[in-house]
């Protein structure tokens, strides 16, 4: 064995498996108090988090004023803190001594004995050694030694530190303090050659981190004792003790459990990484546990949260255009079938388990603010919901659903029934009760109202944090408090860090938006996922982000030619029009999942991209990231799509051959805005809604432009400041082509463009003024136009005509609101008969047969529309854990796939400090 690879795995189990410790490590600073100088914490909820409670200040984050007083150790205690003004002095050092008891050098001498005694007496165990002054050899492990010395400090103190900000607590400094540390030799009975310090001293600024050589020093013994001669007055030569072993050390089971698991890493060591060095994987395997081909449906290009795993591991709730379906992952014989029918395409999904029962209560929200709630008793062999509602709000598009049965305010006061908690784009947070024992009527608890476009918000786990983000780079926070009706104060409001630098320079600030958010589990950490291609995640008691992850952002969409970047556009507008793609890094969700079926311990957070990628972290260091391609479907299984079955599986079992299935036609509504009143609609099975003989009033803008202001995020009265994307090539009169297939370079040629080129088709609406307004708006913004069916310009037409259903159910594709469109950024252009058109195919053949003629490359315009042709670029339609925590689903329009977490089935210490669970 090596003993510095022992001794990395040892300190990586203990410093990672208690979560109580899980951000913590201990730094003994050896220095003249005088010396000293701390800035008080200015934070001011800090001691209302978990972990460690004992009077935190500032040691090194900023430089404090020259002319603040010495804070240390006599106003150490916060003055906005009343609670830790109370702890005793006693109290506050028990905390401490916890903590040193966790990290200290007694435990980690103890750890090391523990994890040898797990091997049988009949093994020998030669240990290899290797200093940082080149010397080599090797001992039995039976011949290492303890070696106590007490350390002399005369006007000294001691400091507990806990990351992120390098906080610390003072218990001041004795006259010595005994330290303990493991030797070697290379003879028995010989002199000490080895120290290994496994707890080791450090001083000044440096202390120990939670990864990397500053866990331990493995040093010969001259370095290591001129180096504890500098400490303080050094160290007593007298009082000096060698021993064979330590009797007891403070909390033997919980070590001796840590030893357990750093041998059964240790004898994976040829299949699994056993030092962090080399990196321990996150998952079980990076291949999928299981895919199954599946039809998520992604209605809006930003919005991605489209899956859930509500009750057990391989039950998955997600999408599928006007419903929501149910598979389960782990039957090979088991396809979708429909769980809901909505009346509406899902922008966002939720549940929430119904403590006690087996009940699952199902939220979704749609482009015209529709709210879809559903409660399912999956006890009841009914398989009908028990009840279900769908209403329409007074408000705009509805970016994110979330359901909560939290008490939110902590008050007696406060409603215990589960909340809706609605980000809409109309600036607001909404939240709603949500009755259970009968078919509910909604009502409104509370409203919080903000100067952009809310696009997610989650809650922290004790129900008092509100954490929301929307069309800008900031982070906003707020507490939740009152009673039957909630208020809001706010914490703070931080910024994203901004991306890092794009190899396409792009400058426009369209990006500047974040479409999710989340807690950790035990509420001391929250992370939210930037369209700029960034998650950042902070520590509750910081401003300053604990960890930044960055997406590569020289990732273009797959397939080459034409789509390889020169039409990748930052310009939501643009994506939805069907004219560009997304930029596939751009992250979409991120989710933390506890890692097992026990819920503490180890905690993975996850992100995915816009399209192909998922990431998953380890969210006690954040040290360590795996990236994942999401699989196809054609890849992964040889089983097609099936279609949602309207029969239960258990049912579908005893099902004839003929199809019990069949997707009902529908004629999609044009866009109708809600009226911005104080009341609510039901939306009716039977509810249609069309523009045709509708009149308002001059002084409300049309619904249609406001329909095209929600989905494209651009004001209807066209401002001048708008920016054009500067991640394509400018194309006033040319276009750029490939000349050299081999090197990829480009260079300009000219090519004639169709006056067709850029020209919007607008469909007719059946409301000759609501088609002036679109014409109208879209002029605002550069665009010609012109009528379906009509020439190069707009030209009235007083033959309104009557259509049939059979003429609507033919023509669909070209007038169906734009707000039900499937417009996914990285799929490709619509064919000629999309509803927006920008060029007709024929344009686009004689446009891209006259590259091919140029570079000598045959085409055939076939593989123009074809998903070949466009790589493996995949979206990405949402992720989700399992309620363990110990599996990970991914949704594409194409499959769900599944991954086993690492570890998920093991035990972990409990936040008590007195367990396994």
Not at 173 to 178: I, Q, T
Not at 458 to 471: A, C, E, N, W, Y
Request: aromatic share 8%.
């Amino acid at each position: 064995m090596d003993l510095y690879d022992i001794a990395l795995l040892l300190n990586y189990e203990r410093a990672t498996t208690e979560t109580r410790f899980r951000g913590a490590k201990l730094r003994e600073v050896v220095r003249d108090r005088e010396d000293l100088k701390t800035v008080l914490c200015f934070f001011d909820g800090w001691h209302e988090h978990k972990g460690p409670r004992a009077g935190f200040v500032f040691d090194k984050p900023q430089q404090p004023p020259d002319d603040l007083e010495p804070d240390l150790p006599s106003n150490i205690l916060p003055p906005n803190s009343p609670l830790i003004s109370k702890l005793s002095d006693k109290e506050l050092e028990t905390i401490f001594y916890q903590a040193r008891a966790h990290d200290g050098c007694f435990a980690c001498i103890g750890l090391l004995q523990y994890f040898f005694d797990l091997f049988s007496n009949d093994e020998v165990i030669s240990l290899r050694i290797r200093t940082p002054d080149g010397e080599e050899y090797h001992c039995p492990a039976s011949q290492r030694r303890i070696l106590e010395v007490p350390i002399i400090l005369p006007k000294q103190m001691t400091l507990a530190m806990v990351l992120p900000e390098n906080v610390s607590y003072s218990t001041g400094g004795g006259e010595s303090m005994r330290h303990a540390v493991w030797v070697f030799s290379d003879e028995m009975n010989g002199n000490i050659k080895t120290v290994l310090d496994m707890a080791s001293i450090q001083f000044g600024d440096e202390g120990r981190g939670l990864k990397g050589k500053g866990l331990f020093a493995l040093e010969s013994f001259e370095a290591w004792r001129s180096r504890m001669g500098v400490v303080g007055q050094g160290i007593d030569d007298d009082q000096a003790k060698i021993s064979w072993w330590i009797r007891s050390t403070p909390r033997d089971a919980w070590l001796r459990e840590v030893a357990r698991r750093a041998k059964w890493r240790w004898e994976r060591r040829d299949t699994e990484p056993c030092t962090m060095a080399r990196g321990i994987s996150m998952l079980s395997s990076t291949k999928p546990s299981a895919v199954v081909p599946a039809q998520t449906y992604i209605g809006h290009v930003q919005l991605r949260d489209l899956i859930i795993c509500p009750r057990e591991r391989g039950v998955v709730n997600y999408v599928n255009q006007h419903s929501i379906v149910e598979q389960n992952l782990n039957s090979t014989s088991s396809n979708p079938y429909t769980l809901v029918d909505l009346n509406f395409t899902p922008n966002t999904l939720s549940s929430l388990q119904i403590p006690d029962s087996q009940q699952t209560l199902l939220a979704a929200g749609g482009q015209d603010a529709e709210v879809h709630l559903s409660l399912h008793d999956h006890s009841s062999p009914r398989q009908k919901p028990v009840w279900a509602t769908e209403e329409r709000l007074p408000a705009s598009i509805n970016n994110s659903v979330l359901l909560t049965s939290m008490n939110l305010a902590r008050s007696n006061e406060s409603s215990v029934e589960p909340k809706v908690v609605i980000s809409n784009n109309d600036c607001t947070v909404k939240f709603y009760d949500v009755p259970i024992r009968a078919r509910p009527d909604i009502r409104e608890a509370g409203s919080l109202r903000l100067s952009v476009p809310i696009n997610h918000s989650s809650i922290s786990p004790d129900g008092r944090t509100l954490l929301s983000v929307g069309d800008s780079s900031k982070v906003y926070l707020h507490r939740i408090s009152g009673g039957s009706r909630l208020e809001f104060s706010h914490i703070t409001t931080l910024q994203i860090p901004p991306p890092d630098r794009s190899p396409l320079n792009y400058t426009s600030t369209s990006l500047a938006a974040s479409f999710s958010t989340a807690f950790s589990t035990d509420g001391t950490k929250y992370a939210v996922a930037s369209q700029e291609g960034v998650v950042a995640v902070w520590d509750v008691r910081s401003t300053k982000p604990l960890k930044v992850f960055q997406t590569d952002k020289t990732r273009m969409p797959s397939g080459g030619g034409l789509w390889s970047g020169s039409l990748l556009s930052d310009d939501p507008y643009e994506w939805t029009r069907g004219n560009s793609k997304a930029p596939g890094w751009s992250v979409r969700n991120v989710k933390f999942g506890n890692g097992g079926s026990s819920g503490v311990g180890r905690e993975i957070m996850t992100f995915t991209e816009h399209t192909s990628f998922l990431h998953v972290i380890d969210a006690r260091t954040f040290e360590t990231e795996e990236i994942v391609r999401v699989p196809s479907a054609s890849k992964s299984s040889g089983t097609g799509r099936q279609p949602p079955s309207r029969v239960p599986p258990q049912q579908n079992l005893q099902a004839s051959a003929q199809s019990r299935s069949r997707s009902r036609a529908f004629v999609s509504r044009p866009y109708q805005r809600p009226n911005r009143t104080n009341s609510r609609q039901h939306i009716s099975v039977s509810a249609t809604s069309h523009l045709g003989g509708l009149r308002r009033d001059g002084s409300t803008p049309p619904y249609v432009v406001l329909a095209l202001e929600d989905t494209f995020r651009i004001s209807p009265r066209g401002s001048s400041d708008i920016t054009r994307s500067v991640w394509r090539h400018r194309r006033d009169d040319t276009v750029h082509r490939p000349t050299d297939v081999e090197d990829h370079h480009f260079e300009d040629s000219q090519i004639t463009r169709n006056d067709d080129d850029d020209l919007v088709v607008i469909p007719p609406l059946g409301d000759r003024e609501v088609e002036d307004n679109v014409r109208s708006l879209l002029t605002h913004h550069g665009l010609r136009s012109r009528a379906l069916g009509g020439g190069g310009s707009f030209e009235d037409d007083d033959n309104d005509e009557q259509m049939d259903v059979d003429d609507l159910d033919i023509l669909e594709p070209e007038w169906d609101c734009i707000s039900y469109a499937p417009s996914r950024g990285s799929s490709p252009g619509p064919p000629a008969n999309g509803r927006w058109r920008t060029r007709s195919r024929q344009d686009l053949e004689l446009e891209l047969a006259a590259a091919a003629a140029a570079t000598d490359v045959g085409y055939r315009a076939e593989e123009y529309y074809s998903s070949a042709a466009f790589g493996d670029d995949l979206d990405i339609a949402g992720t989700c854990f399992d309620p363990s925590g110990a599996f990970i689903y991914v949704a594409t329009p194409e499959c769900v796939a599944e991954w086993a977490v690492r570890g998920g089935e093991k035990r972990w210490w409990s936040d008590s400090g007195t367990q396994w669970c």
